[in-house]
């Protein structure tokens, strides 16, 4: 079964904390990065549309293959990535703090190639762009 997974950067607008499972299908629970890299990813907000995970690694860690439905991406410390995407294309990119960036649904493996810590919070949207 397909589930949905989301994130918002306003934590604040979303009020309560309770975790609901996920009903819309985005991304498959084979995909899940809470499933794949446990270690490496936090559940830090969750409702019925938005899941908002906190993902870290660092310098020189690996992050297998995973996926993400579409996301906002919040930049919590400076980092620089090479991103393997599921179509086999690779980028490297680097953040600050304070960055924010639209994902649209993907698949992709990371490496910290930088030399400071990995951190963003990933506000994942449960259901899709109509």
Request: net charge neutral.
């Amino acid at each position: 079964m397909k589930k949905s997974i989301q994130v918002t950067a306003l934590l604040a607008a979303f009020s309560g904390g309770m975790f609901v499972n996920w009903a819309l299908a985005q991304v498959t629970a084979s995909e899940d990065p809470l499933i794949i890299e446990p270690t490496h990813y936090k559940v830090r907000f969750e409702n019925d549309r938005v899941r908002v995970l906190e993902g870290f690694d660092a310098p020189g860690e690996k992050i297998a293959m995973h996926g993400h439905p579409d996301t906002l991406m919040v930049v919590l410390s400076p980092f620089k990535r090479k991103l393997t995407l599921g179509n086999g294309r690779i980028i490297e990119t680097e953040s600050k703090p304070g960055d924010v960036r639209w994902m649209p649904k993907q698949s992709h493996a990371g490496e910290n190639i930088g030399d400071t810590e990995t951190r963003a919070l990933f506000i994942e949207f449960k259901q899709p762009a109509r």
